[in-house]
């Protein structure tokens, strides 16, 4: 018999159901017969079985399945083995993390946990093939959390028919990793999940730090010298520059007391390594760009060479203290760890300009127009020139830098650990949960088929429409305007002066791009420099839902046009087929997967741990009066900061743009609502003869029309008709 359509709204009573117009299927507008026209209603049509007579491209899971069937039993089959697949590919990611964690052990416990010294270019090669290898393992381990998680939320028959008679309404997602199933599914089976979920968390926030790179700067000494200075045969007056600390006021830059006898010292083995021609010659371009630097790894000590009629004669008592040295500055290691003061490390290069308000790393760029000149000539009584002499060339001291990849040991157990407990815990979700949840769309309709779900009778035009709740807060383009409007200040206001982003490379260290105020703890800054790497792995799991939510849709509505076999998660039979990697196709899930490394390796690049030795202008570790060694704290590239954006932004409207992909209508969309999938599964031919019904090819449409003219839809293995819009569909006819 015909029932009416019920409200939706919530009551006690089991609903009944009114009657509902049948517009463009997918319409919730009702179109009364009297508005239509002849040309308006189409004729019913009759869809017959289309042969297919394309073979079936077996999934990677159901080929090794029968594999595992053969060998574990037909138990591990389906889901199962999917989660046991996991679990192999864990432990895979385990051993190395082993065999890293022991060969870590065994050199840094020599050489304090420095994993390799040597050349830098092979040491940030090194570091950037470490962190994307991190991030592959890491992904590995985050698919299969998040195909465990979906499995472990997916609803059994009996969780579903419990919720749908609940209340009216009351629906599980089919399909997708759901929170929502969770306040409905068995209590283990959620302890389960909270597990999975928590042993990712600390995982995902420390794995990156395991290894980390440093490089080394070295503080040094610029001195202007006549090029008699080197061919002085006893450095004449060299060991006695000054009794009393040296300030570089009257030098053409801030006070700054440098001491006497370390200057001395430095002069005289500069004047003896030039003699003994161990000074490498730079010309006055390359020089000023070899210098113009924060980081300075690979020279320390140089000479200015000024052409000697250039130069105060020695009358006139410009020169340190009757030597052939006339002016000195100092870059300390330690100067540019306020990033404010980033710019100012090596203004000794603008010295001799008198434009003071604007960064060196400004105005360095316009010293390539004219000659250079650095700093001012004066006396003992504060006479000073206009101006230094221009540089004729240079003589620098090239040093050995010391880049150094560094391995921690405490982090690498950690990680170690919670990879052993993840690997386990999959093997032991595999082998002893023995629910048989509802993994994919086909599975939910063979279920409903072979045995009707009562709640949903009478609802055969039900979308996932009627039944979403829109309560809620939500957030509007004014808050969201509010929220990017002030980043962007923040990032206007702290960019550096003068910069460009070629300065900026991924992983790159500036000062300027270095958050100074940062404890040097250790293990506070990784935690912060991969919260961001949380962040992204939630943002996965809702991507990954959100895609697989809409492909869902576009196999659904393709029912309505031709019959098909389901696709299940269990070993096929009769017409079904394996289904994808639970739903997302392989064509999907591949690059999606691809995707998530490349960004949170581009993440890694983003924000990272900033490690940099001190060595003083002896070559000596540590510098100033605290003899302080090393700095860490945490840096950021804006370039890679972008990279992330555009591509996160790629994906965005990658994802809203197939939102705008229409259906092909023919039948009401289910999303992952379950209320609307068993609305779905009334057929008139459930049982005719031995064969299952979810086994047979199906097609979705109209199989009967009752004495009062209302039609019935459901999936049919029999010939269906095309619903037709006007006319009155949602009765069930026995």
Not at 213 to 228: L, R, W
Request: net charge neutral; with cysteine; proline share 5%.
């Amino acid at each position: 018999m015909f029932e009416p359509i019920p409200s939706l709204l919530p009551t006690k009573k089991r609903p009944t159901i009114q009657p509902r117009w049948q517009s463009d299927v997918n319409s919730e507008v009702q179109i009364p017969l009297t508005t239509m026209s002849d040309n308006d209603k189409p004729p019913s049509s009759i869809s017959y079985e289309i042969p297919n007579t394309r073979l079936e491209k077996q999934s990677i899971f159901g080929l090794s399945g029968r594999v595992a069937e053969k060998y574990l039993g037909p138990r591990f089959t389906g889901w199962r083995f999917g989660v046991l697949s996991f679990a192999f590919w864990a432990s895979i990611v385990l051993s190395i993390n082993i065999a890293a964690t022991v060969l870590g052990f065994a050199v840094a416990s020599t050489e304090k946990g420095v994993f390799f010294d040597g050349d830098c270019v092979y040491v940030k090669r090194l570091n950037t093939g470490l962190h994307l290898a991190i991030n592959i393992l890491s992904t590995v381990i985050l698919a299969g959390s998040n195909y465990t998680m979906q499995c472990l939320s997916a609803p059994t028959r009996s969780e579903i028919d419990a919720a749908h008679s609940r209340k009216p309404g009351v629906h599980l997602d089919v399909g997708i990793l759901s929170i929502r199933n969770l306040s409905y599914i068995s209590e283990r089976r959620t302890f389960l999940w909270f597990l999975l979920g928590i042993s990712s968390l600390p995982l995902h926030l420390i794995y990156n730090s395991a290894v980390f790179g440093s490089i080394s700067t070295n503080s040094y000494y610029a001195f202007s010298v006549g090029e008699g200075f080197t061919k002085d045969e006893q450095c004449t007056n060299c060991s006695n520059i000054s009794k009393e600390a040296i300030s570089t006021k009257n030098y053409g830059r801030p006070a700054y007391s440098v001491d006497a006898v370390e200057v001395s010292s430095t002069l005289e083995s500069l004047w003896s390594k030039a003699r003994a021609d161990d000074l490498e010659k730079l010309d006055y371009s390359k020089c000023r760009d070899e210098y113009a630097t924060s980081i300075l790894s690979n020279r320390r000590n140089l000479l200015l060479v000024l052409d000697d009629s250039d130069i105060p004669s020695p009358a006139d008592d410009y020169s340190m203290n009757g030597s052939l040295a006339y002016w000195v500055t100092k870059f300390e290691t330690y100067d540019w760890l306020s990033p404010k003061k980033g710019s100012l490390t090596f203004e000794w290069i603008c010295s001799a300009l008198d434009d003071r308000s604007t960064p060196c790393s400004v105005l360095v760029k316009n010293l390539k127009k004219e000659p250079w000149k650095v700093g001012k000539f004066c006396n003992d009584k504060g006479n000073c020139l206009l101006s230094g002499a221009p540089v004729k060339y240079c003589l620098s001291e090239r040093v050995e830098p010391h880049c150094k990849l560094h391995f921690e040991p405490n982090i690498a157990i950690v990680v170690t650990v919670l990879n052993f407990f993840k690997a386990g815990l999959l093997f032991y979700i595999a082998f002893t949960v023995r629910d048989e949840p509802l993994m994919a769309m086909g599975d939910a309709v063979a279920s409903f088929l072979d045995k009707e779900d009562i709640e949903t009778r009478n609802m055969c035009l039900s979308s996932t429409a009627d039944f979403r709740n829109d309560k809620g807060y939500k957030v509007g383009p004014r808050q969201y305007s509010a929220v990017l409007s002030y980043l962007l200040k923040l990032g206007i206001d702290n960019l550096p002066t003068g910069a460009t982003l070629s300065q900026f490379a991924f992983g790159a260290v500036d000062p300027r791009t270095t958050i100074s105020f940062r404890s040097e703890d250790l293990i506070s800054n990784a935690l912060t420099a991969n919260t961001p790497q949380v962040i992204l792995s939630l943002l996965y799991y809702a991507y990954n839902s959100l895609f697989t939510a809409m492909l869902m849709g576009y196999e659904w509505v393709t029912y309505s046009r031709q019959h098909k076999g389901l696709r299940v998660t269990h070993r096929p039979s009769g017409a079904q087929r394996s289904t994808y990697f639970l739903q997302l196709p392989y064509r999907f899930g591949l690059p999606l997967m691809a995707l998530s490394v490349t960004l949170h390796w581009l993440v890694s690049q983003s924000i990272f741990l900033v490690a940099i030795e001190f060595y003083n202008v002896n070559g000596d570790m540590g510098v100033g009066s605290s003899s302080k060694r090393d700095f860490k704290s945490l840096g950021y590239s804006p370039l890679a900061i972008i990279a992330v954006l555009v591509l996160g932004g790629l994906m965005v409207i990658s994802i809203i743009a197939s939102g705008y992909i229409p259906y092909k209508r023919g039948m009401p969309l289910a999303g992952t609502c379950s209320l609307t999938i068993s609305a779905a599964c009334h057929p008139t031919d459930r049982v005719d003869d031995d064969q299952s019904i979810g086994e047979k090819k199906l097609q979705w449409g109209v199989v009967s029309t009752g004495d009062d003219e209302v039609g019935h839809c459901a999936f049919s293995a029999d010939d269906v008709e095309a619903v037709v819009k006007g006319k009155l569909y949602g009765g069930f006819t026995t």
